[in-house]
C-alpha cells in the first residue's frame, strides 16, 4: 500500500500555476531596473541635498562648479527613467508551459 496520497490531474495543474505566479510575482520584484532604479533615486536625493548646502570653499574646489549639485540631479533622473521605464514595459510572465 502506498503512504503517497493519490493527486489528480486538477490538484498537479493547481500547484503549477500556483508556482507560476510565485515566479512571475519573484521577477517582477526583483527586476534589475527597480533595484538601480531605487538605489539610483535615493543616492541622487542626497547628492542633490548635499549639493544644495554646500558652502562657498567646496565649489570653490571645484573649480566654481557645484558639482554635488549637478551630479546628485543626474543620478536622480537616472533613477527616474528606470522606475519610469519599468511602469511602462513591465516584465513579461514566462510563456505557459506545453502540454
Known sequence: MSE?????????????????????TAARLFDI?????GLFVVYGVIVTITGLTDDQAA???AEGVNINLW????????GLFFVIW???R???P?????D
Open 71 to 78: 551630479t546628485g540631479l543626474g543620478m536622480l533622473l537616472l
Open 59 to 61: 565649489i570653490d574646489k
Open 33 to 37: 531596473r527597480r533595484i538601480i532604479g
Open 4 to 24: 503517497h496520497p493519490e493527486y489528480s490531474e486538477r490538484d498537479v495543474q493547481r500547484e503549477v500555476t500556483d508556482l507560476e505566479g510565485k515566479s512571475a
Open 86 to 88: 519599468l511602469k511602462l
Open 90 to 92: 513591465p516584465t513579461a
Open 94 to 98: 514566462p510563456p505557459p508551459p506545453e
